[in-house]
């Protein structure tokens, strides 16, 4: 018997049972799907975050109080940055092209009757080329509002929405903790950053966040939550990491344990993309394991067919049928399930993926590696799990067959 007639026969015993090849299918179909819905979303997981750390500026350092390891040993963030700090990056790190402090706290903020609890951002002019932030009305504050301690405030877009429900907020005074600030200007959107809304946010000087809002001082000057800084090229991160290292040892008089971490974008996308990747893989190894139990359901259901057509198989025999003719019809029986399922699944698979991708800010896109390697798995898990219950028919004595029919 040709593989043709082998094939014909399989696809007639298969329709024949259309519920029971359907079943044996499921796993196949679900474990596809899974595997290429969770690849998808973890590498859309990937993209979204390197985006959002993209959109913090280019080639950012973070400078931030404490060092790893006394985060770790207290829940207490240590207040070692200063705005002299900020000032001295400023003048002496070669490297660096601008700086920018901040000091922030979540403060009231109100305007007439109506009130929103907001990020209240104290930093300096810099703080728009630092962090790649644009005002799309009005004005942010100079130098001279940062000297001499302005009340003044820029706007994010979701603050001015909320506080001035369309109307125009340039001019008009809101209250942060009871004082009374000046709005200069509105911010364009910026979006999320890691489910935070920079754009409920509200700007002013440090120097009026330090004096009259938090009125933070470290031991060590004015303090500040953190410091941003962008290297002059992507080329300088690496010297503008060291030289500023090398700075704040030198006015921290650090001698054991640095005082404060310095982190680049880079390092954050490294972390990030680590922490996705290896989501990414274990969503995958948990979808792979239902297109394991899948093969081990074409088996069982196999093995029961062979059972069930047993005098089938021994009157095949006693007419000339060879051993290889039988093992050949019951492993196409099972790559045919396999590939069937597999078709199925990477359909609905990808269906889930652009869903996810159309549902969610995830930038869920559909892997065609996902798609070779689960079709491929498949496909092999029914050649596999197709062996066994094909040899066990093989190998049926026919007069034992057609006696125990």
Do not use: C
């Not at 997981?45 to 959002?52: C, I, T």
């Not at 364009?188 to 409920?200: I, M």
């Not at 889930?352 to 892997?367: E, F, N, Q």
Request: aromatic share 6%; glycine share 8%; charged share 20%.
């Amino acid at each position: 018997m040709n593989i043709f007639e082998s094939t014909k026969m399989a696809v007639k015993t298969l329709t024949a049972n259309k519920l029971r090849s359907t079943l044996t299918m499921l796993g196949i179909i679900i474990g596809n799907a899974s595997v290429i819905t969770m690849v998808g979303v973890g590498q859309g997981a990937q993209r979204y975050a390197s985006e959002q750390f993209e959109s913090l500026g280019p080639n950012v350092l973070f400078i931030i109080p404490g060092s790893d390891e006394a985060r770790s040993r207290s829940l207490n963030i240590p207040r070692t940055l200063t705005l002299e700090d900020a000032e001295a990056i400023t003048s002496q790190v070669p490297t660096v092209d601008a700086v920018a402090p901040q000091l922030q706290a979540q403060q009231p903020i109100t305007y007439s009757n109506k009130r929103s609890s907001s990020l209240v951002v104290g930093t300096v002019p810099d703080f728009l080329p630092v962090r790649d932030f644009d005002v799309e009305q009005g004005r942010f504050f100079t130098d001279e509002d940062v000297r001499r301690s302005a009340q003044v405030a820029a706007l994010g877009s979701d603050v001015a929405r909320k506080l001035f429900e369309g109307a125009d907020p340039i001019g008009q005074q809101i209250r942060i903790r009871n004082l009374s600030f000046q709005v200069i200007g509105v911010m364009e959107s910026k979006g999320a950053f890691l489910g935070d809304n920079q754009d409920d946010t509200v700007f002013i000087p440090l120097t009026t966040m330090s004096n009259r809002i938090t009125g933070d001082r470290s031991p060590y000057g004015r303090e500040v939550t953190f410091i941003s800084a962008t290297a002059r090229d992507e080329a300088s991160i690496t010297a503008a990491q060291f030289q500023i290292a090398n700075l704040l040892r030198l006015r921290h008089k650090v001698t054991i344990e640095d005082d404060f971490t310095i982190r680049t974008q880079k390092d954050a996308l490294e972390i990030v993309g680590n922490v996705t990747g290896a989501l990414t893989l274990m969503l995958a190894a948990i979808a792979g394991i239902s297109l394991f139990v899948g093969g081990i359901g074409i088996m069982n259901i196999m093995l029961v067919s062979v059972r069930e057509r047993t005098h089938e198989i021994g009157l095949r025999k006693a007419i000339g049928a060879s051993q290889q003719d039988i093992l050949v019809q019951f492993m196409i029986e099972a790559i045919i399930l396999s590939a069937i399922g597999g078709v199925i699944g990477t359909g609905i698979g990808t269906a889930g993926v652009m869903i996810v991708g159309a549902t969610t800010p995830l930038k869920a896109g559909i892997s065609t590696a996902a798609i070779v390697l689960a079709v491929s798995v498949s496909g092999t898990i029914g050649l596999f799990f197709g062996v066994f219950p094909a040899r066990q028919a093989a190998k049926l004595d026919p007069i034992v067959a057609l006696r125990s029919a």
